[in-house]
């Protein structure tokens, strides 16, 4: 991916000299596979257009990446933690006892996917968690008792849902978005048919139950993506009954193409997922380690790039990539600019 360079824009911040007294000159960040993307694209820019080395970022997840920041302060510690949900209370606490105790919260913006069919094909026009779980659970619950999946089509199960074959492409396991698919769908839609409680009444444990609410049944009326939303459009172009799962902004790319259906009875849109109302979004955050800043060069400048207007805002770069604008980002800015560590206010 190419961005135009930012240098001559309002975004170009002074840099600072490298000092003798920071033992790396790189600044390393960790955690969440769905921030990936964006602190990847920010990353690259960052480095085209200021005296800093390129960020080094990584992937392994929300919880290993706060983990990971949570070790404790200096050089052999990471200065940022990506993060698709909120650090959690034990994770505070755990950083406050390794010595991490000013931490910087920064929300990036919101994410939110969709399902979406071809703009001629039938009129998937709701859904409810339910009703993807009893499509594409591995195994559901039918006359009281946990069997194979046997629904062959929609109505199967609904009969407000189309006589029509069951045929959905969904983001591959390496994808973010499969996550936030599991989570706040497959699973929520486990415990709604009460599929979960049965699975636990038959002996499952808790955690053993929800992994059987994730997995996706295997006989080919799911299939896995791997690649980005326009294979998921062209499998879409290729089979009239079919549901695919995109990211909003490319959804709103290709209405001509597409139409989406609600989710819980909300219209997936940029003010229902920046809002919370629409049920498949969330928000999205990275942590900085206050005590690096100043220590480690181009950390605080790369924070206040990532968030600025031309990156995070509405018509930035990210956007592209399915990034929904915080409504709330100058508040954001304003943390950022003066340091403020989360709990000072």
């Known amino acids: 991916m190419s961005l135009l360079k930012l240098a001559t824009s309002a975004l170009a911040l002074s840099a600072v000299c490298l000092t003798t007294a920071a033992a790396r000159d790189q600044v390393q960040i960790a955690g969440s596979s769905t ?10 820019a960052f480095g085209e257009n200021f005296d800093f080395p390129t960020p080094v970022v990584e992937s392994g997840g929300s919880s290993s ?4 920041f949570c070790e404790g302060v200096g050089e052999n510690t990471i200065d940022v933690a990506n993060a698709s949900r909120a650090i959690r209370e034990k994770e505070i606490k755990a950083c406050a006892e390794a010595g991490v105790t000013d931490i910087i919260e920064v929300r990036i913006g919101y994410d939110g996917i969709v399902f979406a069919s071809q703009i001629d094909g039938p009129a998937y026009t709701a859904f409810q968690p339910a009703d993807i779980f009893n499509a594409l659970g591995a195994k559901v619950l039918v006359g009281g008792a946990i069997v194979e999946n046997p629904h062959q089509q929609w109505a199967d199960f609904n009969g407000q849902l189309p006589a029509a074959d069951i ?9 973010g978005t499969r996550e936030v698919f599991e989570d706040k769908v497959l699973l929520k839609g486990c415990e709604v048919t009460g599929a979960m409680e049965a699975m636990m009444a038959s002996g499952m444990s808790e955690d053993d139950a929800e992994d059987a609410c994730l997995d996706v049944r295997q006989d080919g009326r799911s299939v896995d993506i791997d690649g980005d939303y326009t294979e998921t ?20 790319n290709n209405q001509d193409k597409l139409k989406v259906a609600t989710m819980g009875g909300v219209a997936p849109s940029t003010e229902t997922i920046s809002t919370g109302q629409y049920p498949v ?5 990275f942590y900085v380690k206050k005590a690096h800043i100043g220590v480690i060069p181009g950390l605080k400048e790369y924070a206040s790039f990532f968030i600025a207007d031309e990156i995070a805002g509405p018509d930035g770069p990210l956007s592209a990539y399915g990034l929904v604008a915080d409504p709330d980002l100058a508040t954001t800015q304003a ?3 003066n340091e403020t560590a989360m709990g000072s206010n």
Not at 233 to 252: K, M, Q, S, T, V
């Open 65 to 68: 990446g706060l983990k990971r």
């Open 335 to 337: 943390a950022v600019s």
């Open 281 to 285: 979004s969330r928000p999205l955050f």
């Open 233 to 252: 459009l062209a499998r879409i172009d290729a089979n009239p009954n079919g549901i695919g799962i995109f990211g909003l902004a490319f959804y709103e």
């Open 167 to 175: 045929m959905a492409f969904i983001p591959g396991t390496k994808h």
């Open 35 to 44: 921030v990936l993307p964006y602190a990847s694209i920010v990353a690259e």
